[in-house]
């Protein structure tokens, strides 16, 4: 089944204690992003890849990190995760760039930081 | 800066209902226009991708338009039922990501 994929699920961390939260696609997809979604303020692009080793910041893109050694994997990873990243995290995908492509969704992870 | 803007917040009709949710966005110069479908607990799923050059896409019970010069994008919903009870965005593709409104909770009533 073509899919995206992300766990965890759900997760509770601390301040301060490095987590990654995984991200992973079947379809051979070059394009892959990350959104956060919150209360009044909607979905917001963290982070995007346009292909493997290519990777570039999104609008809100402040203690996240990614990396794109795979072409199906595209990791967000938090160094120091702090309270005002709690949030719910979506992966997305495409076959090609943005342009005119559907973009197809994990289930998200949602992430309380303590 | 792009804004999308989803009007109105949150729809409650009874089944068997049409229904237009409206979507409107401020920079006409957009590549795409998509609509999603999100249920609680769970991620977003595509319903309609309508091109730039497209005034409009079908899928099944949903239709999509798209009014560029406007800023306009609506989605009608035939013969609602409560398996559409759910939460509708509407995002604009413009360089490299997707501008989210903040989206149209739909509930329909049996």
């Given amino acids: ?114 | 800066k792009q804004e999308v803007t989803q009007i109105p917040a949150a729809l409650s009709v009874p089944e068997g209902e049409n229904l237009v949710l409206n979507c409107s966005f401020t920079d006409s110069a957009i590549y795409n226009l998509q609509w999603f479908r999100q249920d609680p607990g769970k991620g977003l799923t595509s319903l309609l991708l309508i091109q730039s050059s497209q005034r409009e896409q079908t899928s099944g019970r949903l239709n999509a338009s798209l009014d560029k010069s406007s800023g306009r994008s609506t989605l009608y919903i035939a013969a609602s039922q409560p398996g559409d009870s759910a939460t509708y965005l509407c995002a604009v593709d413009s360089s490299y990501k997707l501008i989210f409104g903040s989206g149209t909770r739909l509930l329909v009533r049996p």
């Fill in chain 1, 1 to 114: 089944e073509a899919q995206v994929t992300q766990n965890p699920r759900y997760l509770i961390t601390v301040t301060g204690k490095k987590l990654t939260v995984t991200c992973s696609q079947n379809m051979n997809h070059e394009y892959m992003s990350w959104y956060r979604q919150d209360p009044g303020l909607g979905l917001r692009q963290i982070y995007y890849s346009m292909n493997v080793e290519v990777t570039d910041k999104g609008d809100v893109p402040e203690g996240y990190k990614v990396s794109r050694k795979e072409k199906r994997n595209f990791p967000l990873i938090l160094e120091s995760p702090s309270p005002n990243q709690t949030s719910l995290y979506f992966c997305a995908s495409s076959l090609r760039s943005l342009l005119g492509e559907t973009q197809y969704f994990g289930p998200g992870t949602r992430l309380l930081v303590l």
